[in-house]
């Protein structure tokens, strides 16, 4: 039997139960991964988990708020009970709901509300996860956190204000967290992605917007739930050793070139 990269690795997926996270969760216990499926919809990272299980992998749904700290303290408690180490985090919970999303508009529009919120799943819940996640990797030598943050983070739009504020302070705390943690063997770096085809996603773009953004890509096809999987698990490996506190795009190219959607020579 082949050995996988991640053999003997105890891996957490927050937001597991998404379309990002499902395939992160699955790509990780593919390569050998005991993988902690967590979202704050139990049923749905349960039916993840058994999926995986269903392979003849690892896995286990864990239910948890990822914005209240003693939901965090838990979920990361209840990984290591179960499986004695923790090794790998990947930390993709954020807010998705279309409806939402629709309420984020703004700043002179903006309610507090919608603001907190944000914050507290989007940014918050990443920041309580490397807290209680880090001492217990730090036990075992170190490991690799692998935050999300989104293509939002890096240039300003007229709507979801909060949303791509919040993903602005992901590359930072990614940044504070690789210096203040990288000698005691934690790595940790952002993906930055950009258009990544998932039910959430056609939830709240219309297809001409899916179009205009797909003409954009440099690459013939836009991005998948699996593409972005695959980049968790080389940075979660360690062929990714010597790669900490960097923003890693994974756009289709976007954000290597001048927008031009709305050109007929595309």
Known sequence: MAVGRLDGKVAMVTGGAGGIGSATARALAREGASVAVVDVNGEKAAHVAEAILGTGAIAVGV???LSEEPDVAAAVRATVTHYGRLDILHNNAALTDSDFLSRDTKVTELSVEVWERTMA????SQMLMCKHAIPEMVRNGGGSIINMSSGASLKGDRTRTAYGVSKAGVNTLTMYVATGHGKQGVRVNTIVPGLIITDAVRAHLTEHM???????TLTPYVGEPDDVANLVVFLASDESRYITGQMIAIDGGMSSHVGSAGRDDD
């Open 210 to 216: 899916l179009e205009g953004l797909g003409r954009a």
């Open 121 to 124: 799943v989007n940014l918050r």
């Open 63 to 65: 239910q948890a708020d």
